[in-house]
């Protein structure tokens, strides 16, 4: 769409301005806002800020009508269009134009610091819009110029894939040797883990039982051991009928 027919939005809308009639600039220092009648204003009303695609305007109406008093088209800022005076942040120099060419400068004044402020911020930011516009229009049209990076195979190239090798490789080194746990050494070899050393292959054991048997019997007599079917407590017995007679035989008495 072309720029005449965009839409045009509204940037900033202040309710009270003064316009001054300026003398002409003596020199190249700039102007300053004490050299305007500024007890006396030559009009007064409502100022608007609107852009209609790249380009703003700051128009002055009549704050009753709406009636067009003058504008001034601004198509970059900062620029000759609006000039900042050099004593005082509430006044401007604008340029305005009547649309057949013939252009004039007035003296603009807020009686508000404020309303000063939001009117060089509206500016500001539309301006700093249009630069951005700007720059990523020039960065798609280098783009599009550029050549294209093509990554489409060519007639006969194949590409190979080696899925299973690379599983293979990464199994093995993965695998890791499990630590030994709670850090405890391995028992020398020909010891039976629980502290227990096997006995030689070829001797026999004896049982606890016989070697307890074997030793209540042994009294040291020189004679042979009683065979398997004797009574083991039979030595035991004729000791003691022994010794009860020889406990009557020596005057003590027996109790029974």
Known sequence: MAEDD????????KPEVHVYRIPPRAS?????????????PAWSGRMKITAKGKLACIKLEDKNTGELFAQAPVEQYPGCVVESVTDSSRYFVIRIEDGNGRHAFIGLG?????DSFDFN????????????EGELAKQEAS??????LDLRFKEGQTIKISI?????????GGAKARPMGMGLLPPPPGVKVGGVIPPPVGEQTVSAEQTNTASLLDFGSPGP?????????????SAGSNSSKDAVKSGWVQFS
Not at 164 to 172: C, F
Request: with cysteine; aromatic share 12%.
């Open 6 to 13: 965009s839409y045009e939005s509204m940037l900033c809308v």
């Open 28 to 40: 190249n220092r700039g102007y300053r806002a004490a050299d305007w009648k500024l007890d006396e």
């Open 110 to 114: 807020f009686a508000d610091r404020g």
């Open 121 to 132: 911020v509206a500016l500001q930011d539309h301006f700093k819009w249009v630069k951005q």
């Open 143 to 148: 783009e599009s110029t550029a050549p294209k």
């Open 164 to 172: 299973g090798q690379n599983i293979k490789k990464k199994d093995a």
């Open 225 to 237: 051991a009683a065979p398997p079917s004797a009574d083991v407590w039979g030595d035991f017995t």
